[in-house]
């Protein structure tokens, strides 16, 4: 009797793997189908339903896939054999009405959750059946991507964090965001899709936390060598924690100034958390404007006088004033100042032209004859 052979080391690798994958996956949360914020839950859920939407023509086609390569296999001597079979009416009603109803669905659930879930739109509800009271004021905060770290402004409470955000729950909160060099992405899985940040622009968030925890935000678009360490803390409390916090926070700490945020605005890795006790009235509108270093023109007024320099129409391109006896570019010409430029490639002489001369003369192709212009004490060139 022979004995047994020994499993081979790659199979009881391959084993071992798929042993192990249930454990592995038990340590994977399911943040985006079940989070801690309504419009994100509101997102999870257009997913698995848009997920099983597509589903109900995927499983039944990698059924039937499997179902006629059994019965239609060649050791299978009972199937039907018609060889002159090529059309079926009843078949391609069901091969084009399902996709088509699928996708007419997708399409009706896509245009109305985009409306919905606009992030520039202020949310309606805090959680299901809880619409926001009139009376609620959305919780304001700012938010300016730097490299590589996340700066939060309170506006209303006159604080400033570096690499943490503190959320009431059940409160709406308003995000104003922008960048202080390249674009980013602000996402909190937790709490709401996510949204770019860019330098120059303000773009808008409105989401609602439902959850008191700990939670976390990453930024979701490369932005270079710190990318990977740029993540802040998300902390989730009812609003009297976070009013507490709010007034502790103002108790003590720095000032975030013009010169407080230059600094900050270098790039850095790994940066822990700060807390500043008082904010500079206007900074994040200069942030947006790229305007807060001392001297620089903030994009508004340059535009503003830009227009207003051109009465109202089109800005010049070039601002720089004209010198004496400058001829004028042609953006600040009257039309009746403007001439035509002779054509460089135009035949130079009318013996000259193509078709001028028999059948084979070399100006015949010659379509792009250009004259050269010659540098100071050199000949001037001809090139075809």
């Not at 305007?291 to 720089?320: F, L």
């Given at each position: 009797?022979?004995?047994?052979?020994?499993?081979?080391?790659?199979?009881?690798?391959?084993?071992?793997?798929?042993?192990m994958l249930p454990?592995?996956?038990?340590?994977?949360?399911?943040?985006?189908?079940?989070?801690?914020?309504?419009?994100?839950?509101?997102?999870?859920?257009?997913?698995?339903?848009?997920?099983?939407?597509?589903?109900?023509?995927?499983?039944?086609?990698?059924?039937?896939?499997?179902?006629?390569?059994?019965?239609?296999?060649?050791?299978?001597?009972?199937?039907?054999?018609?060889?002159?079979?090529?059309?079926?009416?009843?078949?391609?009603?069901?091969?084009?009405?399902?996709?088509?109803m699928i996708i007419?669905?997708?399409?009706?659930?896509?245009?109305?959750?985009?409306?919905?879930?606009?992030?520039?739109?202020?949310?309606?509800?805090?959680?299901?059946?809880?619409?926001?009271?009139?009376?609620?004021?959305?919780?304001?905060?700012?938010?300016?991507?730097?490299?590589?770290?996340?700066?939060?402004?309170?506006?209303?409470?006159?604080?400033?964090?570096?690499?943490?955000?503190?959320?009431p729950v059940d409160?709406?909160?308003?995000?104003?965001?922008?960048?202080?060099?390249?674009?980013?992405?602000?996402?909190?899985?937790?709490?709401?899709?996510?949204?770019?940040?860019?330098?120059?622009?303000?773009?808008?968030?409105?989401?609602?936390?439902?959850?008191?925890?700990?939670?976390?935000?990453?930024?979701?678009?490369?932005?270079?060598?710190?990318?990977?360490?740029?993540?802040?803390?998300?902390?989730?409390?009812?609003?009297?924690?976070?009013?507490?916090?709010?007034?502790?926070?103002?108790?003590?700490?720095?000032?975030?100034?013009?010169?407080?945020?230059?600094?900050?605005?270098?790039?850095?890795?790994?940066?822990?958390?700060?807390?500043?006790?008082?904010?500079?009235?206007?900074?994040?509108?200069?942030?947006?404007?790229?305007?807060?270093?001392?001297?620089?023109?903030?994009?508004?007024?340059?535009?503003?006088?830009?227009?207003?320099?051109?009465?109202?129409?089109?800005?010049?391109?070039?601002?720089?004033?004209?010198?004496?006896?400058?001829?004028?570019?042609?953006?600040?010409?009257?039309?009746?100042?403007?001439?035509?430029?002779?054509?460089?490639?135009?035949?130079?002489?009318?013996?000259?032209?193509?078709?001028?001369?028999?059948?084979?003369?070399?100006?015949?192709?010659?379509?792009?004859?250009?004259?050269?212009?010659?540098?100071?004490?050199?000949?001037?060139?001809?090139?075809?």
């Amino acid at each position: 009797m022979s004995p047994v052979p020994a499993l081979r080391p790659p199979r009881l690798k391959a084993v071992s793997a798929f042993a192990m994958l249930p454990l592995l996956l038990g340590g994977c949360g399911m943040t985006v189908l079940d989070p801690a914020g309504d419009v994100a839950r509101q997102q999870g859920q257009l997913v698995m339903i848009s997920t099983g939407l597509m589903l109900l023509i995927i499983v039944p086609v990698m059924a039937l896939t499997i179902f006629f390569a059994w019965k239609y296999r060649q050791s299978n001597r009972d199937a039907d054999y018609d060889p002159e079979w090529d059309h079926s009416t009843q078949l391609e009603l069901a091969i084009w009405a399902a996709p088509l109803m699928i996708i007419i669905a997708l399409g009706a659930l896509t245009w109305t959750s985009t409306h919905l879930l606009d992030p520039y739109r202020p949310i309606e509800r805090t959680a299901p059946g809880k619409p926001v009271a009139g009376h609620v004021k959305p919780l304001e905060i700012q938010v300016v991507s730097l490299d590589w770290k996340w700066l939060f402004i309170y506006p209303e409470q006159g604080i400033a964090t570096v690499n943490l955000l503190a959320l009431p729950v059940d409160r709406p909160v308003r995000f104003r965001l922008t960048s202080s060099s390249v674009m980013n992405a602000f996402y909190v899985p937790e709490l709401a899709g996510m949204i770019y940040t860019m330098p120059g622009m303000e773009t808008k968030l409105h989401a609602v936390l439902n959850k008191a925890g700990q939670f976390e935000g990453i930024s979701s678009n490369y932005s270079g060598a710190g990318f990977s360490d740029m993540r802040f803390a998300v902390a989730g409390m009812d609003e009297g924690a976070f009013e507490r916090w709010a007034a502790g926070l103002r108790g003590g700490g720095g000032r975030l100034d013009a010169a407080e945020y230059l600094k900050l605005e270098r790039p850095s890795e790994k940066v822990p958390v700060i807390r500043y006790a008082a904010v500079e009235s206007g900074l994040f509108d200069r942030a947006v404007q790229m305007c807060v270093r001392p001297g620089q023109t903030c994009m508004a007024e340059t535009m503003h006088h830009d227009m207003m320099r051109g009465g109202g129409g089109h800005a010049p391109v070039n601002d720089a004033p004209q010198k004496p006896g400058e001829p004028e570019g042609g953006l600040l010409q009257s039309p009746e100042e403007h001439k035509t430029t002779p054509h460089q490639s135009a035949p130079h002489h009318p013996e000259a032209a193509p078709g001028g001369h028999a059948p084979g003369h070399q100006s015949n192709e010659n379509m792009t004859r250009n004259d050269i212009p010659a540098r100071p004490g050199a000949t001037p060139a001809t090139a075809a």
